[in-house]
């Protein structure tokens, strides 16, 4: 499995941004979609994931702010980003696991929220 993330970008404080993770590849064989993401000198961190029947997980953080969502025709996952923060900067990755338990991870994307 293939995963191109796409959608980061430069926004101010209390806008909005969508990025959007296509996988290729099995994706049938996909369980779990997730977005993470990673501030400097920090460990990645799990934002939201869904799984391929729809149940949703979302980081205290970003309750009420973030939406994920997926297109399982399409092998795609969505992270819809509103009211951002600028603590919110950092660099996005969407990571898949399979129903066999393989793990694989997309190329960052860098969101940076101006204040």
């Known amino acids: 499995v293939q995963l191109q993330a796409s959608g980061g970008g430069l926004v101010q404080a209390g806008g909005s941004l969508r990025l959007s993770c296509a996988a290729y590849g099995s994706t049938s064989s996909i369980n779990v979609m997730a977005w993470y993401r990673q501030f400097p000198g920090e460990q990645r961190e799990l934002v939201a994931d869904i799984t391929r029947g729809g149940s949703i997980n979302y980081a205290d953080s970003v309750k009420g702010r973030f939406t994920i969502s997926r297109d399982n025709t399409k092998g795609t996952t969505y992270l819809q980003m509103s009211s951002l923060k600028p603590e919110d900067t950092g660099v996005y990755f969407c990571?898949?696991?399979?129903?066999?338990?393989?793990?694989?991870w997309g190329q960052g994307t860098l969101v940076t929220v101006s204040s």
């Open positions: 990571k898949v696991r399979t129903s066999r338990g393989l793990a694989y």
